[in-house]
Protein backbone atom coordinates (compact mmCIF):
# COMPACT_ATOMS: atom_id res chain seq x y z
CA UNK A 1 0.00 0.00 0.00
CA UNK A 2 1.52 3.31 -1.10
CA UNK A 3 2.54 4.98 2.67
CA UNK A 4 0.52 8.33 2.46
CA UNK A 5 -2.40 6.57 0.96
CA UNK A 6 -3.34 5.98 4.10
CA UNK A 7 -3.47 9.55 5.09
CA UNK A 8 -5.99 10.51 2.34
CA UNK A 9 -8.90 11.46 4.93
CA UNK A 10 -8.90 12.07 8.95
CA UNK A 11 -12.08 10.89 8.86
CA UNK A 12 -11.85 7.16 10.43
CA UNK A 13 -14.40 5.69 7.93
CA UNK A 14 -12.59 6.87 5.04
CA UNK A 15 -9.19 5.39 5.56
CA UNK A 16 -8.03 1.79 4.92
CA UNK A 17 -7.08 1.70 9.03
CA UNK A 18 -9.69 3.70 10.42
CA UNK A 19 -7.76 6.42 12.10
CA UNK A 20 -8.82 9.60 13.32
CA UNK A 21 -6.66 12.70 13.16
CA UNK A 22 -5.23 12.45 16.78
CA UNK A 23 -4.50 8.53 15.99
CA UNK A 24 -2.79 9.73 13.11
CA UNK A 25 -0.60 12.44 14.48
CA UNK A 26 0.05 9.96 17.57
CA UNK A 27 1.35 7.18 15.87
CA UNK A 28 3.39 9.48 13.08
CA UNK A 29 5.03 11.45 16.18
CA UNK A 30 5.65 7.79 18.28
CA UNK A 31 7.23 6.36 15.04
CA UNK A 32 9.65 9.56 14.03
CA UNK A 33 10.42 10.19 17.73
CA UNK A 34 11.40 6.37 17.87
CA UNK A 35 13.54 6.54 14.44
CA UNK A 36 15.08 9.78 15.82
CA UNK A 37 16.34 8.19 19.28
CA UNK A 38 17.64 5.65 17.98
CA UNK A 39 19.80 7.94 15.71
CA UNK A 40 20.76 10.14 18.29
CA UNK A 41 23.81 7.68 19.56
CA UNK A 42 25.98 7.33 16.52
CA UNK A 43 24.82 11.00 14.82
CA UNK A 44 25.90 13.13 18.15
CA UNK A 45 29.66 12.50 18.01
CA UNK A 46 30.24 13.00 14.38
CA UNK A 47 28.10 15.87 15.20
CA UNK A 48 30.60 17.07 17.75
CA UNK A 49 33.57 16.75 15.48
CA UNK A 50 31.61 18.55 12.28
CA UNK A 51 30.77 21.50 14.68
CA UNK A 52 34.04 22.68 15.64
CA UNK A 53 35.16 22.47 11.70
CA UNK A 54 33.21 26.16 10.53
CA UNK A 55 34.51 25.71 6.64
CA UNK A 56 33.11 22.29 6.48
CA UNK A 57 30.13 22.48 8.38
CA UNK A 58 29.29 25.61 6.64
CA UNK A 59 29.93 23.20 3.18
CA UNK A 60 27.12 20.55 4.75
CA UNK A 61 24.37 23.67 5.77
CA UNK A 62 24.34 24.58 2.82
CA UNK A 63 24.60 21.33 0.76
CA UNK A 64 22.30 20.03 2.95
CA UNK A 65 19.46 23.01 1.38
CA UNK A 66 20.24 22.57 -1.45
CA UNK A 67 20.07 18.42 -1.71
CA UNK A 68 16.64 18.72 0.16
CA UNK A 69 15.15 20.88 -1.97
CA UNK A 70 16.16 19.38 -5.08
CA UNK A 71 15.13 15.74 -4.00
CA UNK A 72 11.33 17.31 -4.15
CA UNK A 73 11.44 18.12 -7.37
CA UNK A 74 10.04 15.39 -8.60
CA UNK A 75 6.95 15.91 -7.01
CA UNK A 76 7.29 19.53 -6.67
CA UNK A 77 9.33 21.33 -10.04
CA UNK A 78 10.59 24.69 -9.87
CA UNK A 79 8.12 27.33 -9.01
CA UNK A 80 6.26 29.03 -11.64
CA UNK A 81 5.36 32.70 -10.75
CA UNK A 82 1.74 33.35 -9.58
CA UNK A 83 1.42 36.95 -9.12
CA UNK A 84 2.32 40.30 -9.40
CA UNK A 85 5.42 40.06 -6.54
CA UNK A 86 7.10 37.72 -8.63
CA UNK A 87 6.53 38.91 -11.83
CA UNK A 88 8.16 42.06 -10.92
CA UNK A 89 11.06 40.66 -9.15
CA UNK A 90 11.62 38.49 -12.10
CA UNK A 91 11.69 41.80 -14.22
CA UNK A 92 14.22 43.06 -12.35
CA UNK A 93 16.33 40.06 -12.33
CA UNK A 94 16.22 40.28 -16.43
CA UNK A 95 16.79 43.87 -16.52
CA UNK A 96 20.18 43.04 -14.75
CA UNK A 97 20.88 40.25 -16.59
CA UNK A 98 20.78 42.31 -19.97
CA UNK A 99 23.09 44.27 -18.45
CA UNK A 100 21.02 47.22 -17.29
CA UNK A 101 19.49 48.97 -13.96
CA UNK A 102 16.83 49.81 -15.90
CA UNK A 103 14.59 49.68 -19.14
CA UNK A 104 13.41 52.89 -21.63
CA UNK A 105 10.07 53.39 -21.40
CA UNK A 106 7.92 51.68 -23.88
CA UNK A 107 6.01 53.99 -26.45
CA UNK A 108 3.22 52.51 -26.41
CA UNK A 109 3.15 51.51 -22.32
CA UNK A 110 -0.15 51.98 -21.61
CA UNK A 111 -0.63 48.63 -22.85
CA UNK A 112 1.73 46.48 -20.20
CA UNK A 113 0.62 48.58 -16.83
CA UNK A 114 0.39 45.80 -14.71
CA UNK A 115 1.11 45.71 -10.75
CA UNK A 116 4.44 46.76 -8.78
CA UNK A 117 5.81 48.10 -12.49
CA UNK A 118 6.75 51.56 -13.32
CA UNK A 119 6.43 51.99 -17.20
CA UNK A 120 7.67 56.38 -16.91
CA UNK A 121 9.98 57.37 -16.49
CA UNK A 122 11.60 53.64 -17.26
CA UNK A 123 10.55 50.20 -17.75
CA UNK A 124 10.99 48.93 -14.29
CA UNK A 125 10.17 46.90 -10.89
CA UNK A 126 9.30 48.91 -8.13
CA UNK A 127 11.43 46.70 -6.04
CA UNK A 128 14.85 46.83 -4.25
CA UNK A 129 17.61 45.42 -6.49
CA UNK A 130 19.18 43.17 -3.64
CA UNK A 131 16.56 39.62 -4.27
CA UNK A 132 17.24 40.36 -8.08
CA UNK A 133 20.57 40.21 -7.80
CA UNK A 134 20.42 36.59 -6.74
CA UNK A 135 17.80 35.57 -9.24
CA UNK A 136 20.20 37.81 -12.11
CA UNK A 137 22.52 35.08 -10.82
CA UNK A 138 20.79 32.29 -11.53
CA UNK A 139 19.37 33.33 -14.74
CA UNK A 140 22.92 34.07 -16.00
CA UNK A 141 25.14 30.73 -14.62
CA UNK A 142 22.19 28.05 -14.73
CA UNK A 143 19.51 30.13 -16.85
CA UNK A 144 16.94 29.04 -14.18
CA UNK A 145 16.42 32.87 -11.50
CA UNK A 146 14.99 30.12 -9.34
CA UNK A 147 18.45 28.66 -8.83
CA UNK A 148 19.65 32.20 -7.14
CA UNK A 149 16.46 31.79 -4.35
CA UNK A 150 18.29 28.46 -4.00
CA UNK A 151 21.44 29.60 -3.59
CA UNK A 152 20.32 32.15 -1.53
CA UNK A 153 18.95 30.02 1.06
CA UNK A 154 21.22 27.96 0.95
CA UNK A 155 23.60 30.81 2.15
CA UNK A 156 21.47 32.12 4.49
CA UNK A 157 21.52 28.41 6.38
CA UNK A 158 25.10 28.17 6.27
CA UNK A 159 25.38 31.77 7.94
CA UNK A 160 23.23 31.12 10.40
CA UNK A 161 25.33 28.83 11.77
CA UNK A 162 28.22 31.17 11.02
CA UNK A 163 26.60 33.86 12.80
CA UNK A 164 25.50 31.53 15.88
CA UNK A 165 29.54 30.33 16.71
CA UNK A 166 29.94 34.29 17.50
CA UNK A 167 26.93 33.78 20.05
CA UNK A 168 27.39 30.24 21.47
CA UNK A 169 29.45 26.92 21.25
CA UNK A 170 29.81 25.12 18.24
CA UNK A 171 27.36 22.19 19.07
CA UNK A 172 24.72 24.62 19.81
CA UNK A 173 25.53 26.17 16.60
CA UNK A 174 25.17 23.70 14.23
CA UNK A 175 21.81 22.93 15.97
CA UNK A 176 21.25 26.58 14.80
CA UNK A 177 21.90 25.74 11.56
CA UNK A 178 19.93 22.68 11.05
CA UNK A 179 16.84 24.64 12.87
CA UNK A 180 17.19 27.12 9.92
CA UNK A 181 17.34 24.23 7.48
CA UNK A 182 14.10 23.08 8.93
CA UNK A 183 12.48 26.36 9.26
CA UNK A 184 13.68 28.18 6.38
CA UNK A 185 15.06 25.85 3.66
CA UNK A 186 12.98 23.81 1.14
CA UNK A 187 9.67 23.75 2.59
CA UNK A 188 9.62 27.43 3.48
CA UNK A 189 7.52 30.10 0.84
CA UNK A 190 11.11 31.91 1.09
CA UNK A 191 12.68 28.53 -1.22
CA UNK A 192 9.34 28.68 -3.33
CA UNK A 193 8.73 31.66 -4.64
CA UNK A 194 10.30 34.59 -5.55
CA UNK A 195 9.95 37.42 -3.18
CA UNK A 196 13.55 37.42 -1.98
CA UNK A 197 13.23 37.04 1.75
CA UNK A 198 16.55 34.92 2.50
CA UNK A 199 18.67 37.81 0.48
CA UNK A 200 18.12 39.96 3.52
CA UNK A 201 17.94 37.26 6.31
CA UNK A 202 21.61 36.56 5.02
CA UNK A 203 22.30 39.94 5.30
CA UNK A 204 21.31 39.86 8.76
CA UNK A 205 23.24 36.54 9.71
CA UNK A 206 27.07 39.19 8.48
CA UNK A 207 25.42 42.01 10.70
CA UNK A 208 24.92 40.09 13.40
CA UNK A 209 27.55 37.67 13.72
CA UNK A 210 30.03 40.41 12.90
CA UNK A 211 29.39 42.35 15.92
CA UNK A 212 30.38 39.88 18.72
CA UNK A 213 33.52 39.21 16.82
CA UNK A 214 34.36 42.90 16.32
CA UNK A 215 33.08 43.85 19.58
CA UNK A 216 35.61 40.86 21.10
CA UNK A 217 38.70 41.14 18.80
CA UNK A 218 38.29 44.28 16.65
CA UNK A 219 39.54 42.84 13.66
CA UNK A 220 39.30 44.48 10.33
CA UNK A 221 38.49 41.62 8.86
CA UNK A 222 34.80 41.43 10.77
CA UNK A 223 34.26 45.29 10.36
CA UNK A 224 34.44 44.27 6.55
CA UNK A 225 31.63 41.68 7.23
CA UNK A 226 29.78 44.28 9.17
CA UNK A 227 29.98 46.38 6.03
CA UNK A 228 28.86 43.86 3.34
CA UNK A 229 26.09 43.32 5.70
CA UNK A 230 24.57 46.01 5.95
CA UNK A 231 24.89 47.40 2.54
CA UNK A 232 23.21 43.97 1.69
CA UNK A 233 20.19 44.65 3.89
CA UNK A 234 20.26 48.14 2.57
CA UNK A 235 19.82 46.56 -1.18
CA UNK A 236 17.45 44.12 -0.10
CA UNK A 237 14.76 46.50 2.49
CA UNK A 238 15.69 49.91 2.31
CA UNK A 239 14.04 50.98 5.31
CA UNK A 240 14.03 47.81 7.55
CA UNK A 241 17.73 48.68 7.20
CA UNK A 242 17.38 51.64 9.75
CA UNK A 243 16.25 49.23 12.10
CA UNK A 244 19.41 47.17 11.24
CA UNK A 245 21.70 50.42 11.37
CA UNK A 246 19.95 51.62 15.14
CA UNK A 247 21.06 48.40 16.17
CA UNK A 248 24.31 47.55 15.12
CA UNK A 249 24.83 51.36 16.99
CA UNK A 250 22.99 50.28 20.35
CA UNK A 251 25.60 47.21 20.58
CA UNK A 252 28.05 49.48 20.69
CA UNK A 253 27.45 52.10 23.10
CA UNK A 254 28.73 50.40 26.16
CA UNK A 255 31.98 49.63 24.44
CA UNK A 256 32.71 52.83 23.05
CA UNK A 257 35.29 53.48 25.72
CA UNK A 258 37.25 50.17 24.66
CA UNK A 259 37.28 50.88 20.66
CA UNK A 260 38.66 54.50 20.98
CA UNK A 261 42.01 52.74 19.31
CA UNK A 262 40.74 51.23 17.30
CA UNK A 263 37.35 53.12 16.35
CA UNK A 264 38.76 54.74 13.31
CA UNK A 265 40.40 51.83 11.36
CA UNK A 266 36.91 50.65 12.01
CA UNK A 267 34.85 52.93 11.02
CA UNK A 268 37.24 53.35 7.48
CA UNK A 269 36.21 49.60 7.14
CA UNK A 270 33.06 49.60 7.40
CA UNK A 271 32.37 52.99 5.17
CA UNK A 272 34.53 51.14 2.65
CA UNK A 273 32.78 47.95 2.20
CA UNK A 274 28.94 49.99 2.91
CA UNK A 275 29.79 52.12 -0.46
CA UNK A 276 29.50 49.71 -3.19
CA UNK A 277 26.36 49.46 -1.99
CA UNK A 278 25.33 52.36 -1.61
CA UNK A 279 26.57 53.55 -4.99
CA UNK A 280 24.68 50.53 -6.21
CA UNK A 281 21.65 52.15 -4.66
CA UNK A 282 21.90 55.52 -6.06
CA UNK A 283 23.21 54.79 -9.26
CA UNK A 284 19.66 52.14 -9.28
CA UNK A 285 17.41 55.31 -7.99
CA UNK A 286 18.73 57.08 -10.88
CA UNK A 287 18.58 55.18 -13.80
CA UNK A 288 14.83 54.22 -12.76
CA UNK A 289 13.29 57.29 -10.76
CA UNK A 290 15.70 59.62 -12.70
CA UNK A 291 17.01 60.66 -8.87
CA UNK A 292 19.98 59.49 -7.08
CA UNK A 293 17.89 59.28 -3.72
CA UNK A 294 14.08 58.80 -4.65
CA UNK A 295 13.56 54.84 -4.26
CA UNK A 296 11.45 52.84 -7.13
CA UNK A 297 9.33 52.20 -4.70
CA UNK A 298 8.23 55.72 -3.46
CA UNK A 299 7.74 57.10 -6.79
CA UNK A 300 5.39 54.13 -7.61
CA UNK A 301 3.48 55.38 -4.49
CA UNK A 302 3.78 59.09 -5.97
CA UNK A 303 2.36 58.00 -9.01
CA UNK A 304 0.00 55.38 -8.12
CA UNK A 305 -1.54 56.51 -5.01
CA UNK A 306 -1.94 54.54 -2.84
CA UNK A 307 -0.84 53.71 0.88
CA UNK A 308 0.46 57.25 2.03
CA UNK A 309 1.69 55.64 4.96
CA UNK A 310 4.73 56.52 4.57
CA UNK A 311 4.14 60.07 2.37
CA UNK A 312 2.13 61.21 4.85
CA UNK A 313 0.55 63.53 2.53
CA UNK A 314 -3.29 63.07 0.55
CA UNK A 315 -2.98 60.80 -2.26
CA UNK A 316 -2.06 62.08 -5.70
CA UNK A 317 -4.02 61.52 -8.60
CA UNK A 318 -3.49 57.96 -10.36
CA UNK A 319 -2.00 57.14 -13.01
CA UNK A 320 -4.16 57.78 -16.17
CA UNK A 321 -3.45 54.66 -17.63
CA UNK A 322 -4.99 52.60 -14.88
CA UNK A 323 -7.30 49.62 -15.69
CA UNK A 324 -10.54 49.53 -14.09
CA UNK A 325 -9.40 46.15 -12.11
CA UNK A 326 -6.14 48.00 -11.15
CA UNK A 327 -7.46 51.58 -10.25
CA UNK A 328 -10.24 49.18 -8.19
CA UNK A 329 -7.35 46.78 -6.38
CA UNK A 330 -5.64 50.15 -5.23
CA UNK A 331 -8.80 52.03 -4.09
CA UNK A 332 -9.33 48.83 -1.86
CA UNK A 333 -5.54 49.00 -0.47
CA UNK A 334 -6.78 52.79 0.16
CA UNK A 335 -10.22 51.43 2.39
CA UNK A 336 -8.15 48.69 3.62
CA UNK A 337 -4.98 50.99 4.80
CA UNK A 338 -8.00 53.74 6.86
CA UNK A 339 -9.05 50.71 8.07
CA UNK A 340 -6.26 49.25 9.48
CA UNK A 341 -6.24 49.17 13.20
CA UNK A 342 -4.25 51.16 15.39
CA UNK A 343 -0.44 51.01 16.37
CA UNK A 344 -1.36 48.22 19.07
CA UNK A 345 -4.48 46.67 16.93
CA UNK A 346 -1.97 46.37 14.04
CA UNK A 347 1.01 45.14 16.41
CA UNK A 348 -1.36 42.56 17.99
CA UNK A 349 -2.56 41.19 14.20
CA UNK A 350 1.52 39.98 13.92
CA UNK A 351 1.92 38.08 16.47
CA UNK A 352 0.64 34.46 13.98
CA UNK A 353 3.61 35.31 12.22
CA UNK A 354 5.75 34.59 14.93
CA UNK A 355 5.49 30.72 14.20
CA UNK A 356 6.96 31.28 10.95
CA UNK A 357 10.22 31.69 12.66
CA UNK A 358 9.27 28.89 15.13
CA UNK A 359 8.62 25.61 15.14
CA UNK A 360 6.31 25.04 17.69
CA UNK A 361 8.16 23.20 20.08
CA UNK A 362 11.03 26.17 20.39
CA UNK A 363 8.48 28.28 21.77
CA UNK A 364 8.80 26.31 25.01
CA UNK A 365 12.60 27.47 25.25
CA UNK A 366 11.43 30.95 24.87
CA UNK A 367 11.03 31.55 28.67
CA UNK A 368 14.01 29.80 29.25
CA UNK A 369 15.81 32.89 26.87
CA UNK A 370 14.42 35.78 28.96
CA UNK A 371 16.31 34.22 32.04
CA UNK A 372 19.24 35.32 29.74
CA UNK A 373 18.31 39.26 29.25
CA UNK A 374 20.44 39.97 32.52
CA UNK A 375 23.60 39.70 30.71
CA UNK A 376 23.35 42.64 28.37
CA UNK A 377 23.98 40.95 24.81
CA UNK A 378 20.73 39.22 25.48
CA UNK A 379 19.03 41.79 26.52
CA UNK A 380 20.40 43.77 23.65
CA UNK A 381 18.83 41.00 21.33
CA UNK A 382 15.46 41.23 22.55
CA UNK A 383 15.56 44.58 22.45
CA UNK A 384 16.61 44.67 18.54
CA UNK A 385 13.78 41.78 18.18
CA UNK A 386 11.07 44.21 19.78
CA UNK A 387 12.76 47.44 17.59
CA UNK A 388 12.11 44.87 14.42
CA UNK A 389 8.61 43.90 15.48
CA UNK A 390 7.80 47.66 16.32
CA UNK A 391 9.24 49.53 13.20
CA UNK A 392 7.64 47.16 11.06
CA UNK A 393 4.35 48.30 12.75
CA UNK A 394 3.86 51.42 10.76
CA UNK A 395 3.51 49.79 7.60
CA UNK A 396 -0.38 48.10 7.83
CA UNK A 397 0.33 45.14 5.92
CA UNK A 398 3.10 42.50 6.86
CA UNK A 399 4.81 39.41 5.60
CA UNK A 400 7.93 37.49 7.07
CA UNK A 401 10.18 38.62 4.83
CA UNK A 402 10.15 42.39 5.61
CA UNK A 403 12.03 41.70 8.87
CA UNK A 404 13.79 38.78 7.58
CA UNK A 405 17.01 40.50 8.43
CA UNK A 406 16.36 39.49 12.30
CA UNK A 407 15.08 35.89 11.59
CA UNK A 408 18.89 34.84 12.73
CA UNK A 409 18.31 36.75 16.08
CA UNK A 410 15.00 34.20 16.85
CA UNK A 411 17.41 31.07 16.07
CA UNK A 412 19.56 32.69 18.44
CA UNK A 413 16.90 33.32 21.40
CA UNK A 414 15.62 29.63 20.88
CA UNK A 415 18.83 28.34 20.72
CA UNK A 416 20.05 30.35 23.74
CA UNK A 417 17.11 29.13 25.46
CA UNK A 418 17.33 25.51 24.90
CA UNK A 419 21.27 25.99 25.69
CA UNK A 420 19.71 27.29 29.10
CA UNK A 421 16.97 24.67 29.35
CA UNK A 422 19.53 22.08 29.55
CA UNK A 423 21.35 22.95 32.24
CA UNK A 424 18.70 22.52 34.57
CA UNK A 425 17.42 19.11 32.67
CA UNK A 426 18.71 18.24 29.29
CA UNK A 427 16.30 15.46 28.79
CA UNK A 428 13.53 18.00 28.29
CA UNK A 429 15.89 20.26 25.48
CA UNK A 430 16.93 17.04 23.94
CA UNK A 431 13.56 16.25 23.67
CA UNK A 432 12.67 19.06 22.48
CA UNK A 433 15.08 19.31 19.52
CA UNK A 434 13.83 15.76 18.96
CA UNK A 435 10.29 17.06 18.13
CA UNK A 436 11.51 19.51 16.01
CA UNK A 437 13.34 17.22 14.06
CA UNK A 438 10.14 14.76 13.89
CA UNK A 439 7.85 18.17 12.86
CA UNK A 440 10.14 18.42 9.61
CA UNK A 441 10.32 14.90 8.94
CA UNK A 442 6.64 14.19 9.19
CA UNK A 443 5.94 17.63 6.42
CA UNK A 444 8.91 16.78 4.42
CA UNK A 445 7.75 13.45 3.76
CA UNK A 446 4.05 14.71 3.00
CA UNK A 447 5.46 16.98 0.21
CA UNK A 448 8.07 14.34 -1.02
CA UNK A 449 5.87 10.85 -0.87
CA UNK A 450 1.95 12.45 -0.88
CA UNK A 451 0.39 12.42 -4.20
CA UNK A 452 -1.95 15.64 -5.15
CA UNK A 453 -4.90 13.98 -3.02
CA UNK A 454 -3.11 13.61 0.01
CA UNK A 455 -1.24 17.09 -0.93
CA UNK A 456 -5.12 18.34 -0.82
CA UNK A 457 -5.82 16.54 2.40
CA UNK A 458 -2.94 17.61 4.75
CA UNK A 459 -1.39 21.25 3.19
CA UNK A 460 -4.38 22.84 4.83
CA UNK A 461 -2.65 22.34 8.23
CA UNK A 462 0.84 23.25 7.18
CA UNK A 463 0.73 26.37 9.04
CA UNK A 464 3.85 27.49 6.89
CA UNK A 465 5.25 24.67 5.18
CA UNK A 466 4.19 26.17 1.85
CA UNK A 467 5.15 24.54 -1.30
CA UNK A 468 2.83 25.72 -4.32
CA UNK A 469 1.44 22.10 -5.97
CA UNK A 470 -0.93 21.71 -8.97
CA UNK A 471 -1.88 24.57 -11.42
CA UNK A 472 -4.98 25.95 -9.10
CA UNK A 473 -5.16 29.17 -11.74
CA UNK A 474 -4.49 27.82 -14.56
CA UNK A 475 -0.93 28.99 -15.12
CA UNK A 476 0.68 26.61 -16.30
CA UNK A 477 -1.95 25.19 -18.97
CA UNK A 478 -1.83 28.92 -20.09
CA UNK A 479 2.18 29.00 -20.63
CA UNK A 480 2.07 25.04 -22.16
CA UNK A 481 -0.59 26.46 -24.74
CA UNK A 482 1.40 29.88 -26.02
CA UNK A 483 4.74 27.62 -25.30
CA UNK A 484 3.40 24.86 -28.52
CA UNK A 485 2.24 27.69 -30.89
CA UNK A 486 4.69 28.81 -33.20
CA UNK A 487 6.23 31.95 -33.36
CA UNK A 488 6.27 35.16 -31.72
CA UNK A 489 2.84 35.62 -29.72
CA UNK A 490 0.76 38.76 -28.45
CA UNK A 491 -1.43 38.26 -25.73
CA UNK A 492 -4.45 40.45 -24.87
CA UNK A 493 -5.90 39.97 -21.32
CA UNK A 494 -9.08 41.00 -20.65
CA UNK A 495 -10.38 41.32 -16.94
CA UNK A 496 -13.80 40.75 -16.26
CA UNK A 497 -15.36 42.94 -13.53
CA UNK A 498 -14.28 42.85 -10.04
CA UNK A 499 -11.05 41.34 -10.78
CA UNK A 500 -9.53 39.83 -7.68
CA UNK A 501 -6.24 40.54 -6.85
CA UNK A 502 -4.10 37.81 -9.35
CA UNK A 503 -2.04 39.71 -12.09
CA UNK A 504 -1.41 38.12 -15.13
CA UNK A 505 0.31 40.54 -17.53
CA UNK A 506 3.91 40.42 -16.96
CA UNK A 507 6.54 40.71 -19.90
CA UNK A 508 10.53 40.69 -20.25
CA UNK A 509 12.58 43.31 -19.77
CA UNK A 510 13.28 43.33 -23.39
CA UNK A 511 9.65 43.37 -24.40
CA UNK A 512 9.75 43.89 -27.90
CA UNK A 513 12.10 40.83 -28.41
CA UNK A 514 9.96 38.23 -26.34
CA UNK A 515 8.23 35.28 -27.81
CA UNK A 516 5.17 35.90 -25.63
CA UNK A 517 4.04 39.43 -24.79
CA UNK A 518 1.14 40.47 -22.63
CA UNK A 519 -1.02 43.85 -23.20
CA UNK A 520 -3.88 44.95 -21.82
CA UNK A 521 -7.23 44.80 -23.74
CA UNK A 522 -8.35 48.29 -23.86
CA UNK A 523 -10.57 47.70 -26.53
CA UNK A 524 -10.44 46.64 -30.71
CA UNK A 525 -9.98 50.10 -31.93
CA UNK A 526 -6.84 50.95 -29.58
CA UNK A 527 -5.54 47.01 -29.31
CA UNK A 528 -5.45 47.93 -33.16
CA UNK A 529 -2.38 50.33 -32.87
CA UNK A 530 -0.47 47.37 -30.99
CA UNK A 531 -1.43 44.78 -33.73
CA UNK A 532 0.00 47.46 -36.12
CA UNK A 533 3.17 47.90 -34.20
CA UNK A 534 3.86 44.30 -33.80
CA UNK A 535 2.44 43.03 -37.75
CA UNK A 536 4.34 39.83 -37.35
CA UNK A 537 2.99 38.34 -34.05
CA UNK A 538 0.18 36.03 -33.81
CA UNK A 539 -2.47 37.85 -31.17
CA UNK A 540 -4.65 36.09 -28.75
CA UNK A 541 -6.93 36.71 -26.10
CA UNK A 542 -6.63 35.39 -22.87
CA UNK A 543 -9.42 35.96 -20.04
CA UNK A 544 -8.10 35.00 -16.54
CA UNK A 545 -11.00 34.76 -14.78
CA UNK A 546 -13.37 32.47 -16.60
CA UNK A 547 -13.84 28.92 -15.26
CA UNK A 548 -11.24 28.13 -15.98
CA UNK A 549 -9.17 30.44 -17.74
CA UNK A 550 -9.67 30.82 -21.55
CA UNK A 551 -7.06 31.61 -24.17
CA UNK A 552 -8.55 31.85 -27.55
CA UNK A 553 -7.09 33.18 -30.69
CA UNK A 554 -7.98 36.74 -30.67
CA UNK A 555 -10.64 37.47 -34.38
CA UNK A 556 -11.84 34.38 -33.72
CA UNK A 557 -14.61 35.75 -30.63
CA UNK A 558 -16.75 38.30 -30.79
CA UNK A 559 -15.28 41.22 -29.65
CA UNK A 560 -17.58 42.42 -26.58
CA UNK A 561 -16.78 41.67 -23.34
CA UNK A 562 -18.62 38.96 -21.65
CA UNK A 563 -21.24 40.03 -18.97
CA UNK A 564 -19.58 40.47 -15.27
CA UNK A 565 -19.05 37.06 -13.36
CA UNK A 566 -17.72 37.06 -9.86
CA UNK A 567 -13.94 35.79 -9.85
CA UNK A 568 -12.45 33.06 -7.98
CA UNK A 569 -10.24 33.69 -5.20
CA UNK A 570 -8.02 29.96 -5.40
CA UNK A 571 -6.04 29.47 -2.25
CA UNK A 572 -2.35 28.60 -2.30
CA UNK A 573 -2.24 25.21 -0.42
CA UNK A 574 -5.09 26.31 1.60
CA UNK A 575 -3.77 29.80 2.73
CA UNK A 576 -3.99 32.67 0.71
CA UNK A 577 -0.89 34.48 0.03
CA UNK A 578 -1.92 37.98 -0.46
CA UNK A 579 0.39 40.27 -2.81
CA UNK A 580 2.80 42.03 -1.05
CA UNK A 581 2.57 45.41 -0.51
Avoid at 229 to 258: H, K, N, T
Wanted: with cysteine; charged share 15%; net charge neutral.
Amino acid sequence: MYLFDLFRSFLPLHNPIGFGASDFIELTLAALLVLLVLARAPIEPLAGKLARKTGWCMLFLAGLTIALRLALLPAHPVPIARGADDFSYLLLSDTLAHLRLANPPHPLHQFFETNFVLQEPAYSSIYPIGPALALALGQVVFHIPWAGVVLSAAAFCALCYWMLRGWTTPGWALLGGLLAVCEFGPLSYWMNCYWGGAVSAAAGCLVFGALPRLREHGRIRDAILLGLGIGAQMLSRPYESVILDVAVVLFFLPALPRFVKVAPAVVIAIVLSVSPAIALLAFHNRAVTGSWTTLPYMLSRYQYGVPTTFTFQPNPVPHAHLTAAQQLYYEEQSAAHDATPGFFGRLASRLPFARFFLLPPLFLALPFFLLLVRQFRFAWVALTLLLFALGSNFYPYFFPHYVAAAACLVVLAAVAGLERMSRFNSLAARWIVILCGAHFLFWYGVHALGDERILSALSPYGAWDVIPHGDPEHRIAIDTQLAGAPGKQLVFVRYWARHGPHEWIHNAADIDGARVMMALDLGPEENQKLERYYPGRAAWLLEPDALPPRLTPYHAREETPPAPQPASNVPNNGIVLEQVR
